[in-house]
């Protein structure tokens, strides 16, 4: 069974930071696109990273290039978002999601994990 477990998601101030994990299972890792969305309310699910298994190229959405660093640890088969420079406008349930790809980050992914929460305070 494929999943995609989110964690690390909060409270945090303007400026702060957090970093997202996201731990994968049930499919072979290596072989996999996985990537980290964002959906605000009353907004449409954006991607913010995603990362090639095959030969970690990595894109950013423009809003959070130079704040955000999507990171692979193979032996763990886990993918990290490291969030700083947190801006309110950040504030979104974050999804992370897979697709049997060399490089993939859209909406057609293959998998889908639940979302974990960031709010940023102002």
């Known amino acids: 069974e494929v999943q995609l477990q989110a964690s690390g998601g909060g409270l945090v101030q303007h400026g702060g930071s957090l970093r997202l994990s996201c731990a994968a299972s049930?499919?072979?890792?290596?072989?996999?696109?996985i990537g980290w969305f964002r959906q605000a309310p009353g907004k449409e699910r954006e991607g913010v990273s995603c990362i090639s298994r095959s030969d970690g190229y990595t894109q950013y959405a423009e809003s959070v290039k130079g704040r955000f660093t999507i990171s692979s640890d193979t032996a763990k088969n886990t993918v990290y978002l490291q969030m700083n420079s947190l801006k309110p406008e950040d504030t979104a349930v974050y999804y992370c999601a897979a697709v049997l790809a060399k490089f993939k980050c859209d909406y057609t992914m293959d998998y889908w994990g639940k979302g974990t929460l960031v709010t940023v305070s102002s």
């Open positions: 049930g499919f072979p890792f290596d072989r996999y696109a």
